[in-house]
Each structure stands twice: as structure tokens, then as C-alpha cells.
């Protein structure tokens, strides 16, 4: 069997033959991917060799296409994220790894300890966040003054953490917000009885399907991180009632979220979203929705036929040119914030909202409003081209 054949078998002496390749690799050799795409006669031959040569390296599936795509702008990011981190946990031999990045490119083997650490890091933090909910405050970070010490000290959580899964069904509670967390570490399955869980303000790109099977989940915010899409299986929280995902990068988000028939409050502003699914109007529980500062030039009439509890709808600075008519069947519905829109007109039904106390609409290109608006106790119309000489009347009823 000659090296090329042992590179692509299943045994494990393949395994170390792909190991050894992976020490010596450059990241000039990355470019044998597209190659070899090119090359594959057939679909299940590129798989194959496609999933040979991905085993190299133990990464998520963002991070190998991250990497596959552009060598230099993954060790970028990877940098990045390595010097948000508090300086008293990034060892001397780390800070020396960033310094070298600064001189050149570096190798593949070193790029992979530099991400490997992030991973041990991160696993740290999410220690000590569980430490402290079990009231044992431990020095985690403690004499950690390498690389390997962190990795060393990573896999000890790992081995604790299976060891002492009966101890982890106590934990309700989790925040690990503010951490400058790039991963979440695969042991959070084993909270299986979290009901808040706060990750806010760290560094994540993805979130983990596993997520979604934290089935007691009551309050969950991923809010003011790098996230550009969230997976399906967060529609399977169905006990969940506050969502917050926030200043993200989410250009969309699944149509499985209809699914959260336990919702209250669903915050999705300043993100790049350009449509939301029709299944939100499933979401009959939900009493607040927030989606200000997006890319939205459309609703899904859906969003006014289905949720019978809302209260606050947030529309503010989108591409709305209209909105649909149905949203004046939103019975319970108090506040909307349509203002920084590029609204021509308003639909008559508005009218019909009868809980309705605050409407802004100010900041669009109106030229007339339905006249039942006027009693409102607060309405914004401020920079519209409008004239109150041409408010639109009630039609009149045909005489008898």
C-alpha cells in the first residue's frame, strides 16, 4: 500500500499518516482543497476525500470553512480574539505565538495550538461560572503559565465534568456574559436543568446545536456577539419565554423558532436581517418583539393574524416602504415604533387598534394618516412631508 492509499484508509495506521502530514502542513498546502475538488470525478469520491483531509484538523464546521477559504484572515480573527482576553489569562508562551504572528504567516501546527488554547480557555471560564454556582470559588487560572498547562487543565474539566453529572442537575442559573467567550464548550449538555443562561457579550460566531436540548431553558440571551445565524434546534426550547439575540450579524433566523410556544419577549434589533419567517406568527404568547435597525423592507401579514398577546412591536430605522393591514388586528397591541422607515402611507386598520396608546411615526415620507389615529396618547409625526389639512376621514355611512 503506498502513502497516498494509506492517507485515504480508514485504519488507524492512516490516521497517524494523516496526524504526521497535519504537523508538517504550510498553509500554502491548504490550496490541495480546491484542487482536489476539481479533480474528483464524482460526488462520493469528493466526500471522501473531502472528509480525510478535514479530520486533519479538529475544528467546527465554520471553523474549517473559515479556514479552507482564507488562511490569513482565520489566524487574523484568531488573534483578535486571543488578545480580548484578560492579560492574566494568556501565558508568556501564547503572547510570544502572537508576537510571531506579527513577523509573518505562521504554520498550520502553530495556528492550530494558538486555537487550541482559545478552546481550553474558554472551557476555564465556563468552569469557574459553574464553580461559583455550586458556591466553590476555585482559582481556575491559578499557576496556569502555559499553553499546556491550559490544555492540561482543560481536559481535568472535562473529566470532572462527567464525573459529576448528578451535581450539575442542580445548576438553574449560568451567566457567563462579559467573558469574551469565542466557543462554548460541549459539556454544557450535561446542564440539563438550566433555566438562564446569559452569554451576551463575548466573541461567539456560532452557536452549538446541543444547545438546543437545555429542554428546561426558561430565559436565554446570546445577545452582542458575532453571530451570523442560529440553529434550528433553538426551536425546540419550547419552555422558553425570553429570547434575546440582539446586536449580531443575523441576516436570518429560522423558521423553527415559530415553534417557541412558550415565548413572552423576542429581541432581535441591530442585526443585518433582510426578512423574517411567517411562522413568528405562531408565537401567541409572545407580548414583546423588537427588530429595530435591521434591513427589513416587508412583514409577513402573519405577524398580525397570529399574535393575539403582543404589546410592543418595534419596527424603527428598516426599509419599510408599507406595512401589512393585518397588523391593525393585533387586539391587545399598545405601542408601535415604525418611525426611520421609508413609509408612504398607513393602513386604515390601524385605526381598529383599540389598546393602542403610543405610534410613532416620525422620520418617513407621509403624506396623510387615518384620522383615528389623532387620538392616540402619544404620536410622532415629526419629519413627514404631511399636512393636517389632508388627514384621511372616516368614510362616511350611505344615508338610509
Same mark, same amino acid.
Given at each position: 500500500?503506498?502513502?497516498?492509499? !494509506?492517507?485515504?484508509?480508514?485504519?488507524d495506521?492512516?490516521?497517524?499518516?494523516?496526524?504526521?502530514?497535519?504537523?508538517?502542513?504550510?498553509?500554502?498546502? $491548504? =490550496? /490541495?482543497?480546491?484542487? /482536489?475538488?476539481? &479533480?474528483? %470525478?464524482?460526488?462520493?469520491?469528493?466526500?471522501?476525500?473531502?472528509?480525510?483531509?478535514?479530520?486533519?484538523?479538529?475544528?467546527? *464546521?465554520?471553523?474549517?470553512?473559515?479556514?479552507?477559504?482564507?488562511?490569513?484572515?482565520?489566524?487574523?480573527?484568531?488573534?483578535?480574539?486571543?488578545?480580548?482576553?484578560?492579560?492574566?489569562?494568556?501565558?508568556?508562551d501564547?503572547?510570544? =505565538?502572537?508576537?510571531?504572528?506579527?513577523?509573518?504567516?505562521?504554520?498550520?501546527?502553530q495556528?492550530?495550538?494558538?486555537?487550541?488554547?482559545?478552546?481550553?480557555?474558554? =472551557?476555564?471560564?465556563?468552569?469557574?461560572? *459553574?464553580?461559583?454556582?455550586?458556591?466553590?470559588?476555585?482559582?481556575?487560572?491559578? #499557576?496556569?503559565?502555559?499553553?499546556?498547562?491550559?490544555?492540561?487543565?482543560? %481536559?481535568?474539566?472535562?473529566?470532572?465534568?462527567?464525573?459529576?453529572?448528578e451535581?450539575?442537575?442542580?445548576?438553574?442559573? +449560568?451567566?457567563l456574559?462579559?467573558?469574551?467567550?469565542?466557543? *462554548?464548550?460541549?459539556?454544557?449538555?450535561?446542564?440539563?436543568?438550566?433555566? *438562564? !443562561?446569559?452569554?451576551h457579550?463575548?466573541?461567539?460566531?456560532?452557536?452549538?446545536?446541543? $444547545?438546543?436540548?437545555?429542554?428546561?431553558?426558561?430565559?436565554? &440571551?446570546?445577545?452582542?456577539?458575532?453571530?451570523?445565524?442560529?440553529?434550528?434546534?433553538?426551536?425546540?426550547?419550547?419552555? +422558553?419565554?425570553?429570547l434575546?439575540?440582539?446586536?449580531?450579524?443575523?441576516?436570518?433566523?429560522?423558521?423553527?423558532?415559530?415553534? !417557541?410556544?412558550? +415565548?413572552?419577549?423576542?429581541?432581535?434589533?441591530?442585526?443585518?436581517?433582510?426578512?423574517?419567517? %411567517?411562522?413568528?406568527?405562531?408565537?401567541?404568547?409572545?407580548?414583546?418583539?423588537?427588530?429595530?435597525?435591521?434591513?427589513?423592507?416587508?412583514?409577513?401579514?402573519?405577524?398580525?393574524?397570529?399574535?393575539?398577546?403582543?404589546?410592543?412591536?418595534? +419596527?424603527?430605522?428598516?426599509?419599510?416602504?408599507?406595512i401589512?393591514?393585518? @397588523?391593525?388586528?393585533?387586539?391587545?397591541?399598545?405601542? @408601535?415604533?415604525?418611525?426611520?422607515?421609508?413609509l408612504?402611507s398607513?393602513?386604515?386598520?390601524?385605526?381598529?387598534?383599540? %389598546?393602542?396608546?403610543?405610534?410613532?411615526?416620525?422620520?418617513?415620507?407621509?403624506?396623510v394618516?387615518?384620522?383615528?389615529?389623532?387620538?392616540?396618547?402619544?404620536?410622532?409625526?415629526?419629519?413627514?412631508?404631511?399636512?393636517? =389639512?389632508?388627514?384621511?376621514?372616516?368614510?362616511?355611512?350611505?344615508? #338610509?
Amino acid at each position: 500500500m503506498n502513502l497516498c492509499s !494509506l492517507f485515504f484508509s480508514n485504519n488507524d495506521l492512516g490516521a497517524v499518516v494523516r496526524e504526521n502530514l497535519f504537523q508538517s502542513m504550510e498553509p500554502s498546502d $491548504l =490550496a /490541495i482543497i480546491p484542487q /482536489i475538488q476539481s &479533480s474528483t %470525478k464524482g460526488i462520493s469520491e469528493f466526500r471522501m476525500i473531502w472528509s480525510r483531509i478535514a479530520s486533519l484538523f479538529d475544528y467546527s *464546521i465554520d471553523e474549517k470553512k473559515s479556514l479552507f477559504r482564507n488562511y490569513n484572515d482565520f489566524v487574523k480573527d484568531l488573534v483578535l480574539k486571543i488578545n480580548k482576553f484578560p492579560e492574566d489569562q494568556v501565558p508568556s508562551d501564547i503572547l510570544d =505565538a502572537l508576537d510571531q504572528c506579527k513577523e509573518g504567516t505562521p504554520s498550520i501546527k502553530q495556528t492550530n495550538r494558538l486555537r487550541k488554547f482559545v478552546r481550553a480557555r474558554d =472551557a476555564l471560564v465556563f468552569w469557574r461560572g *459553574i464553580a461559583k454556582q455550586l458556591g466553590r470559588e476555585e482559582g481556575i487560572f491559578e #499557576s496556569l503559565d502555559s499553553a499546556d498547562a491550559y490544555l492540561s487543565k482543560a %481536559k481535568e474539566f472535562a473529566f470532572w465534568m462527567n464525573k459529576n453529572r448528578e451535581l450539575l442537575k442542580k445548576i438553574e442559573v +449560568l451567566k457567563l456574559n462579559n467573558q469574551q467567550l469565542a466557543s *462554548i464548550p460541549e459539556e454544557l449538555r450535561f446542564l440539563v436543568n438550566l433555566r *438562564i !443562561l446569559f452569554l451576551h457579550g463575548n466573541q461567539l460566531t456560532n452557536i452549538p446545536e446541543e $444547545l438546543g436540548k437545555l429542554s428546561n431553558l426558561v430565559r436565554l &440571551s446570546i445577545s452582542s456577539n458575532f453571530l451570523t445565524e442560529i440553529p434550528d434546534e433553538l426551536g425546540d426550547l419550547l419552555n +422558553l419565554k425570553w429570547l434575546s439575540i440582539h446586536n449580531n450579524r443575523l441576516k436570518g433566523i429560522p423558521a423553527a423558532l415559530g415553534k !417557541l410556544s412558550s +415565548l413572552e419577549r423576542l429581541s432581535l434589533q441591530n442585526n443585518d436581517l433582510v426578512s423574517v419567517p %411567517k411562522e413568528l406568527g405562531q408565537l401567541s404568547q409572545l407580548k414583546t418583539l423588537r427588530m429595530e435597525s435591521n434591513q427589513l423592507d416587508s412583514l409577513p401579514k402573519e405577524l398580525g393574524e397570529g399574535l393575539p398577546s403582543l404589546k410592543v412591536l418595534s +419596527l424603527k430605522s428598516n426599509l419599510l416602504e408599507s406595512i401589512p393591514q393585518e @397588523l391593525g388586528l393585533l387586539p391587545n397591541l399598545e405601542s @408601535l415604533n415604525l418611525s426611520q422607515n421609508s413609509l408612504i402611507s398607513i393602513p386604515e386598520e390601524l385605526g381598529q387598534l383599540s %389598546k393602542l396608546k403610543r405610534l410613532y411615526l416620525d422620520h418617513n415620507r407621509l403624506t396623510v394618516i387615518p384620522e383615528k389615529l389623532k387620538r392616540l396618547q402619544v404620536l410622532t409625526l415629526d419629519n413627514n412631508p404631511l399636512s393636517s =389639512a389632508l388627514l384621511i376621514s372616516e368614510p362616511k355611512r350611505p344615508c #338610509s
